[in-house]
């Protein structure tokens, strides 16, 4: 959704009252780095399958006339690494439509969040407001209720069997607390989470990770974490990767997560010089496009980024190109009246299936996801940060305006975003229509195709599989552009039901 009004501020997210909490924000007085709090917060609520203060994510910053920065909150492995038949882990079976893909649960799956250590950081180091101001939109949102749309109603049937995995989870998730999950039109109210937020907004980060609520999660049958490993987390401050495509300035999510180091791969190994505007769509551009994808996907095996993302995105960073080489994420960008901007991307896997007694609260399950453990399930180095596909960025062009972008969608986070930086660095299309334009991802030798792209003009010798619509697999790209008179304009990704709201 995006709009042709003339705007000072504005939020760019996957929920309506997830970008109206930041919205209010920003009426009240508050920057682009409380509202995107605050925008969180309330997708804790709104948003619950995607959001969770028990998870982790990242913010790319670019404060008014400073340099853009990443505040990297992501999740880490625990400290000592247990024995998989000590914990509370287990598979279960989430059924797509087109196919049924095997996730693991339970408190062995938990890594260690990172969420709000990270908000109260940024916090500190960029805020405005003060964080009981900032909390307001989600406890109201919390303690009123929302209505379950159709989206995350969808959301939470694919996910069902973890929402009904525990009674604590039934609690919030199903009716009357029982088995059925919550449908489109039911009400989600997590009045315990409201509570949670009050106190923490007041006892500050050292309730969850050195207080009372950390001994709740130590004290969980089969968890994996302790009061050690939430006492040491630390938020981490980064330089971004920087990229250059068409004269525009990219600044990427940095190693150790692993999506900005692809997506740079890409747009280096697209020769962009000689794409005009009319080329888009054209079966050139989509070809090269196709090829890069594939030089991506090889070389992220070649590299072996996934086991080693530091290493493994130096060895990316010198490679160069030799023409023939569904997760629980969701973004929000915001632009304030002041010039400051963020890029927010957040996960909770597909949570662990269980609620952190007196939060309204599910922790994530990032230890049993397939993508964050490339070595095989409790392998993992201990004490460490995990890597993520996220990537929240900035780009900017070369007559100095600048756009917060980032996207949910897992594996299809680089192909999306790359295709989102081209048509708006080489293409020159404004947000709305570099957010709608067709997508297509590779992943091994199926190529996947919306509609709006010519299939036979790409000649992809592989699978190809041509979807019938837009769709969430390809991800949801939340995006907020602000020009050198100030205006702002955006686009909320409607694959991902996104909405914009500008002020």
């Not at 196919?99 to 109260?120: K, S, W």
């Not at 495509?245 to 740079?264: E, R, T, Y």
């Not at 790359?418 to 030798?445: C, K, W, Y």
């Amino acid at each position: 959704m995006t709009t042709e009004r003339e705007f000072k501020a504005g939020v760019a997210a996957g929920h309506a009252a997830t970008a109206e909490a930041a919205a209010s924000i920003l009426r009240e007085g508050g920057n682009a780095f409380d509202a995107a709090i605050a925008g969180f917060l309330a997708a804790c609520v709104a948003e619950p399958v995607l959001a969770s203060l028990g998870g982790g994510g990242f913010m790319a910053v670019k404060p008014a006339g400073e340099e853009t920065g990443v505040f990297d909150f992501f999740t880490e492995t625990p400290l000592k690494r247990p024995v998989r038949g000590d914990v509370d882990f287990r598979p279960i079976d989430v059924d797509f439509g087109t196919t049924i893909q095997e996730f693991h649960i339970g408190m062995g799956a938990v890594a260690t969040p990172g969420a709000v250590a990270g908000i109260f950081e940024i916090h500190r180091a960029l805020g405005r407001m003060p964080m009981t101001a900032i909390v307001e939109p989600a406890v109201e949102l919390a303690k009123s209720g929302i209505q379950v749309n159709a989206f995350q109603a969808y959301l939470l049937g694919i996910v069902g069997p973890i929402y009904t995995a525990s009674a604590s989870a039934r609690a919030f998730f199903c009716r009357d607390g029982g088995n059925q999950l919550l449908r489109d039109g039911d009400f989600y109210h997590p009045i315990p989470f409201a509570d949670f937020l009050e106190a923490l907004a007041v006892e500050g980060a050292g309730l969850f990770y050195l207080g009372e609520v950390a001994a709740r999660i130590a004290g969980m049958d089969g968890v994996t974490i302790g009061r050690d490993d939430l006492s040491r987390y630390k938020v981490a401050r980064r330089n971004p990767l920087q990229s250059r495509v068409n004269g525009h300035d990219v600044f990427l999510n940095p190693p150790p997560a692993i999506g900005g180091a692809l997506i740079d791969f890409m747009l280096r190994a697209l020769d962009t010089s000689d794409l005009a505007v009319e080329d888009a769509l054209g079966g050139r551009h989509m070809k090269a496009l196709a090829a890069a994808m594939d030089a991506c996907n090889r070389v992220r095996t070649e590299s072996r980024i996934d086991h080693d993302p530091l290493a493994g995105a130096a060895a990316i960073a010198r490679a160069r190109h030799h023409p023939p080489a569904f997760r629980g994420t969701t973004h929000i960008s915001v632009a304030d009246k002041d010039g400051n901007m963020a890029a927010l991307t957040v996960s909770n896997g597909e949570g662990c299936g269980h609620v952190v007694p007196g939060t309204g609260m599910m922790l994530n399950n990032m230890l049993g996801e397939d993508d964050l453990n490339a070595s095989g399930f409790f392998k993992w180095p201990e004490g460490v940060r995990l890597s993520s596909m996220m990537a929240p960025g900035i780009l900017v062009a070369p007559d100095g305006s600048s756009t917060a972008f980032g996207s949910g969608g897992s594996n299809r986070i680089r192909t999306a975003l790359t295709q989102v930086i081209l048509n708006l660095s080489v293409f020159g299309m404004n947000v709305g229509d570099a957010v709608d334009a067709p997508r297509m991802h590779l992943e091994g030798a199926r190529l996947s195709v919306e509609p709006g792209i010519d299939i036979d003009a790409i000649g992809w010798p592989g699978e190809v599989q041509a979807w019938p619509a837009r769709n969430m697999f390809f991800g949801g790209a939340h995006l907020i552009k602000r020009d050198q008179a100030g205006h702002v304009t955006g686009a909320g990704d409607q694959r991902r039901d996104g909405v914009f709201v500008g002020l």
